[in-house]
DNA sequence: CGGGGAAACAATACGTCACA
DNA sequence: TGTGACGTATTGTTTCCCCG
């Protein structure tokens, strides 16, 4: 602690000072931590991030700006006043050329730093935000994959046990999220009518259907238990505790391995399932409905994945 | 609409523990 | 002593939602 101090204070000096200086700070009693000078960069940040927090912004929220914004201020050797707007487009495209990230991913650190950058600007910490005139970036929609007939088939086969077939049964014909799946209790399953009720994001519950297909392998997957645990899903190993987002994602994983199909995980039921009911001519509004979608618009994606129906519509409708 | 926030999802690595 | 099956932690990416 001493030493730093003393070089830190002889580069100031000049060398020839240097034993005087140590000699006075042997002196004192200097036991404090290197304190960030008044609005050093570091301190900005941390009066940000407090006041985010007080703001009622989520933990990972929180942890997420700190972590995008330090890796920030660490490459910009700058102090916060002097970053410009040019400072931040370079650092985005550099980011962007190494990590080879996606737009969506700039798009997002960009709405950090704007998110700081007005902050300071509010706090009277700097004049303008250099951040201000740094435009959204262009994000380009990706037509995403959904499984086919024979890749669900496949998937299917390869689901050995009760518990692993009755998962995949599951999310194919209800197309639930993960995080739904893992909240489910086998009280909310009504098998006489092949419904559910999940809880979704945001808390709200509703109410999804299988077929009876998923109801067979459920029934039996449920006779096999021999636990007390009231989760739909459990790790069949003691003390069969109920099975986490992670678990389901590799028992997918591993399903897809076995089978050799690319690229499977739990939301690609979903997608695939949405695909394929507009597909066969289900009403948008009705699997909004199904998928749990609070705007129609988030449904639409799913719409627009097969250009083929676009085609069948134009001759029922117009041609 | 678009901005901003929250949460889900993905990838990866690592830890634990039973069991052959 | 290796291995399979879960669990947990972390970091990065994508999706979803709300609101003005």
């Not at 639930?176 to 979704?200: F, H, M, P, Q, T």
């Not at 808390?203 to 297909?213: G, K, L, M, N, T």
């Not at 039996?220 to 003691?238: G, I, P, Q």
Request: glycine share 4%; aromatic share 8%.
């Amino acid at each position: 602690m001493n030493t730093e101090l003393t070089n830190q204070l002889t580069e100031l000096v000049g060398d020839h000072f240097s034993d005087q200086i140590s000699e006075i700070l042997k002196k004192y009693d200097i036991t404090r931590k290197l304190l960030p000078s008044v609005n050093s960069n570091s301190k900005l940040l941390d009066s940000f991030l407090s006041a985010k927090k007080v703001e009622g912004k989520s933990v990972k929220t929180l942890k997420y700006y700190k972590s995008t914004l330090s890796k920030l201020l660490t490459t910009i050797k700058k102090t916060l006043k002097k970053i410009t707007t040019d400072d931040l487009r370079n650092y985005l495209s550099d980011f962007q050329s190494q990590k080879n990230s996606s737009n969506v991913t700039i798009d997002n650190i960009r709405r950090i730093f704007s998110s700081f950058f007005s902050w300071l600007e509010d706090e009277d910490f700097i004049v303008k935000s250099p951040v201000r005139r740094i435009h959204k970036v262009k994000t380009t929609k990706v037509v995403k994959e959904t499984l086919t007939d024979e890749e669900l088939e496949r998937l299917r086969e390869s689901a050995l046990s009760y518990r692993d077939r009755a998962i995949v049964e599951f999310l194919t014909s209800t197309g639930v999220r993960v995080g739904e799946i893992v909240n489910l209790n086998i009280d909310d399953i009504k098998l006489y009518d092949r419904s559910a009720i999940v809880l979704g994001k945001g808390s709200a519950e509703r109410e999804v259907y299988f077929d009876a297909r998923t109801k067979i392998h459920l029934q039996r997957y449920l006779s096999t238990r021999s636990d007390k645990n009231c989760a739909l899903f459990v790790a069949n190993k003691l003390p069969y505790n109920r099975l986490t987002i992670g678990t389901i994602e590799s028992i997918i994983k591993k399903l897809g391995k076995k089978s050799s199909v690319h690229h499977v995980h739990p939301h690609k039921f979903r997608r695939t399932l949405a695909t394929r009911a507009i597909d066969k001519g289900m009403p948008v509004e009705q699997v909004q409905k199904l998928l749990g979608h609070v705007r129609i618009d988030t449904t639409m994606h799913y719409a627009m994945v097969n250009q083929a129906n676009v085609k069948i519509s134009h001759r029922k409708y117009i041609g």
